[in-house]
């Protein structure tokens, strides 16, 4: 079933994977990127914005909206890994600086939607499993993640006609696990959890984003009755 579509984080992973899938149903995609999401065909409404500039959002948002009537999904999918590290080596400000792309910008375009008549039937914000699971090296993620899925939480008793969900897409085949299963650049070693990543990389437990994305999209209906606000891992399902 066709609709409409808001998309953050659209002009590559899952993101641009999500696109792609809603293109080819027919939906219209809104994409908010700060590259765009060029080479694609169909209804698709794209805007540049840096979601971590606090200033950029809603100018952004009123943009690429402007007209738009309702939307049937939002999928609030932009967001950023930060180091794999112990958490004593990493610098608060390095923390905070995913925290502004993981969760404030998201705080902010749900504000955005509160404060207009643009109805929304249900924001999807993409989690991680690693939000319930505090494996060594992963604290900056981990940490702004679990801040998401509580933000997601808390935000459901503001959005009485919308079903907000915090969804873990499991492993996918990004950009992001690229840098995870380089040996060169993360040691498997100090950090045991990237060895089943490194194990699962190019096999079917880790598909690429096309097809992480058309499994949620197919999934979504039968989350329906799932309370807003819950955490859901696809890996459950």
């Known amino acids: 079933m066709a609709g409409s ?3 953050t984080g659209n002009s590559s992973g899952l993101g641009r994977g999500f696109t792609e899938v809603c293109l080819d149903r027919g939906w219209s995609v809104y994409g908010v990127s700060r590259r765009g999401c060029s080479g694609l065909t169909g209804a698709l409404h794209d805007v540049r914005c840096d979601l971590a500039d606090a200033d950029t959002v809603a100018p952004a948002l009123e943009q690429l909206l402007a007209g738009v009537e309702r939307l049937d999904l939002a999928i609030l999918n932009a967001g950023a890994l930060g180091p794999i590290r112990d958490l004593a080596e990493i610098p608060v400000a390095t923390v905070e600086e995913a925290m502004r792309i993981n ?8 504000d955005w939607f509160l404060a207009r008549p643009l109805p929304v ?9 690693a939000a319930l699971k505090g494996h060594r090296g992963w604290g900056t993620y981990a940490l702004s993640k679990a801040t998401l899925n509580m933000l997601t939480q808390l935000y459901a008793h503001e959005f009485p006609d919308t079903q907000l969900l915090a969804l873990a897409p499991g492993l996918v085949d990004t950009g992001m696990q690229s840098v995870l299963c380089d040996p060169a650049q993360t040691d498997a070693g100090r950090f045991p959890s990237l060895q089943r990543l490194r194990a699962a990389h190019g096999t079917e437990a880790m598909p690429d984003p096309v097809a992480a994305a058309a499994r949620i999209i197919d999934l979504l209906p039968t989350l329906a009755d799932r309370p807003s606000g819950s955490f859901v891992d696809v890996r459950d399902l």
């Open 5 to 7: 579509v808001l998309i």
């Open 103 to 110: 969760v404030w910008a998201n705080k902010r375009i749900l």
């Open 121 to 129: 039937t249900r924001i999807v914000l993409i989690s991680s499993g």
